[in-house]
């Protein structure tokens, strides 16, 4: 397809944001009025710049208050319309977005506004442009899609078309459906946007709270599928107003933009795929069509990046929690601990990249290790969907473990699944021989990583949710406002279908908070606790005490409380207070967890057990702990 995007998409100068556009591999652009007005320079320049750059100017927009207007308004809107007709010629744009009318002197006359829109398109005729009308979902008389197409088929104007939006449709919960019925040739443009799903006034959240398809809540691969249906065969753009995006650098937002694209065709073509031909669909358009989403099955490490010193005192706490060092690395200062079927790697190697951007911070994870059924294939598709390859050196007899770069500089490996349980680990490493019969006198009964907790800069939570669904395939689930003592934490949990990998993405909303504090230490982006799961929580919390392990103490009446809102039986309330655990409830189980005291850097633990078919994280009490900590 012909993949475009609107300049109000992206923060800088125009120049700047041609630039991003042109480097994330897009084909052209919407052009926002504002952009072309602040501009330093003629529409003719303009156009040779977009034309260097490798672009094209798809569509001038907006052009408003047209259509039902009184005659004297009326006239002196096709004044105007002349005058951007002049501006359009010169920079070779071929169409112009004339959005429903929002103006209190419009009148609610269909006929009048496919009259006076026929004018419009005959004008642009003479000049061989054409005309999108566009219903706005803040419309004063037309807000939806089957409206502007009434209007649209009453002007009958070759040179008049219609355009839609994914959020003036998705946002006010208009059936999509309908489209299929329109034919595709009357279909001029196609602008794909997202959003969280907020209860609050649909002007305001289109200004602001837009996002890329992939990013929100909405239904995008359902309503793209529908106009493709329709026969349309025309670019494919995203316009997205979100004041985030203004701060972020726009590269970073090009390329999500582009991945976000590639991922809605993706996706749309494997629903396709399962349609059957038939007469409704009488044309196709080609479609990306990447690797398939690759088949993980869990974390196989975490890695560390650590001084010297800091590795030192990072083994002391993971013995404490009951981890045993088993073996070195071939080649370099890295060592493997273990617990169950927990690795942590402790990588102290001082010209390694693991420390390149964290050695300013003490310790910190710098990559994942995710279990994968095709590694090559895993990491074909992320490149496909832009994300950066990295190839680690690596020692004679040493394995290469395809890997790509995650969203703030961490690392992804794909470890095959083929190689077992300890296959990596023989061939990297020089394993500690353990006498047989011998057991770790320190081991506390965990078995498995349940989940990473990431902490983000806010300008990453989108990105993430993204690289996460497009690259890894995982789904997001709903997003929860959690409460600090200094502000609110926005918290949304990922995972792979069979729960195997789980992720969760945290932002705060203050600069107050624990975790913007800690992001400040470590520079934007970085996992700030780590969930281990056990069998029994109170049998690992006491040998965990017995390690030397230290926790946050929960108050008393986080208890009382407890069992005013929740049917739990005494015995259990009076083992957990003693044990400082935690609880929550869902309808399919119960979760059991506890929190140790901070490492370096802001770096805790949690450990947790699953009850049932328990599906979340215990989000309910991260207040109580985030309490305590800033009560410590």
Avoid at 89 to 109: I, Q, Y
Avoid at 456 to 476: I, S
Avoid at 537 to 553: K, Q, Y
Wanted: charged share 25%; glycine share 8%; hydrophobic share 45%.
């Amino acid at each position: 397809m012909h993949r475009s995007i609107a300049t109000v998409s992206l923060s800088g100068t125009l120049r700047q944001k041609l630039e991003a556009v042109a480097a994330a591999g897009f084909d052209g652009i919407e052009l926002f009025e504002a952009d072309f007005i602040n501009f330093k320079g003629t529409a003719t320049e303009l156009r040779r710049i977009v034309a260097d750059l490798g672009l094209s100017i798809d569509l001038y927009q907006p052009f408003r208050d047209f259509e039902g207007m009184p005659e004297p308004q009326f006239r002196r809107s096709l004044e105007r319309a002349e005058r951007k007709f002049d501006l359009m010629e010169a920079m070779g744009a071929p169409m112009v977005l004339c959005c429903s009318n929002t103006s209190p002197l419009s009148v609610n006359d269909p006929a009048l506004a496919a009259a006076q829109l026929h004018e419009l398109a005959e004008r642009a005729a003479r000049r061989n442009l054409r005309v999108g009308f566009e219903a706005l979902a803040w419309g004063r008389h037309t807000s939806l899609y089957g409206q502007a197409w009434n209007i649209v088929k009453q002007a009958d104007h070759a040179h008049l078309g219609l355009i839609l939006d994914s959020f003036h449709t998705l946002s006010l919960k208009d059936d999509p459906a309908g489209i299929v019925d329109i034919p595709g040739d009357k279909i001029f443009f196609l602008q794909m946007a997202d959003a969280p799903l907020l209860a609050m006034d649909v002007l305001q959240w289109a200004r602001h709270h837009r996002s890329f398809p992939g990013q929100g809540d909405f239904d995008v691969v359902g309503f793209f599928e529908k106009v493709l249906l329709a026969g349309y065969t025309g670019p494919l753009s995203l316009e997205i107003f979100n004041d985030i995006f203004r701060e972020t650098p726009n590269r970073r937002t090009a390329v999500d933009a582009m991945r976000s694209l590639l991922y809605l065709e993706s996706e749309t073509r494997q629903r396709l795929a399962s349609i059957d031909a038939s007469p409704v669909q009488p044309r196709r358009v080609e479609l990306f069509h990447p690797p398939a989403v690759p088949a993980l099955s869990g974390l196989s490490f975490i890695e560390f990046a650590a001084d010297e010193a800091s590795a030192e005192t990072l083994g002391a706490l993971l013995r404490q929690l009951g981890f045993r060092r088993v073996g070195t690395h071939r080649s370099k200062a890295v060592t493997l601990y273990r617990q169950g079927d927990i690795h942590f790697i402790v990588n102290a190697q001082p010209d390694s990249f693991a420390r390149g951007r964290f050695d300013a911070h003490g310790t910190s994870v710098c990559a994942l290790g995710v279990r994968c059924a095709d590694p090559l294939a895993a990491v074909g598709r992320a490149t496909a969907m832009r994300s950066q390859r990295h190839d680690s050196p690596v020692g004679p007899n040493e394995l290469r473990v395809p890997a790509v770069v995650a969203p703030g500089g961490n690392l992804i490996h794909f470890v095959p699944q083929a190689l077992g349980a300890n296959g990596l680990y023989e061939a990297d490493f020089v394993l500690e021989e353990e006498e047989e019969g011998s057991e770790n006198s320190n081991d506390a009964g965990l078995k498995h990583i349940d989940h990473v907790a990431l902490g983000l800069a806010l300008d990453q939570l989108d990105t993430w949710v993204l690289f996460t669904r497009a690259v890894l395939g995982l789904e997001a689930g709903e997003s929860l406002e959690l409460a600090d003592p200094f502000g609110l934490i926005r918290s949304r949990g990922v995972a792979n279908a069979d729960r195997s990998l789980r992720l969760v993405l945290n932002v705060s909303l203050s600069q107050r908070t624990r975790t913007a504090r800690t992001l400040s230490v470590t520079g934007g982006g970085a996992v700030h606790h780590i969930a281990l799961d056990c069998e029994d929580i109170f049998d690992s919390v006491a040998r965990l005490r017995a390690n030397g392990t230290r926790f946050v103490p929960i108050s008393d009446n986080y208890y009382d409380d407890l069992a005013t809102r929740i049917d739990i039986a005494p015995e259990l309330l009076a083992r957990m207070r003693a044990a400082g655990v935690l609880f929550d409830r869902s309808p399919a189980g119960d979760y059991l967890h506890i929190y140790t005291e901070s490492f370096e850097g802001g770096l805790f633990f949690e450990v947790a057990q699953r009850v049932g078919n328990y599906d979340a994280y215990g989000a309910l009490n991260a207040p109580a702990r985030m309490a305590s900590q800033a009560q410590d």
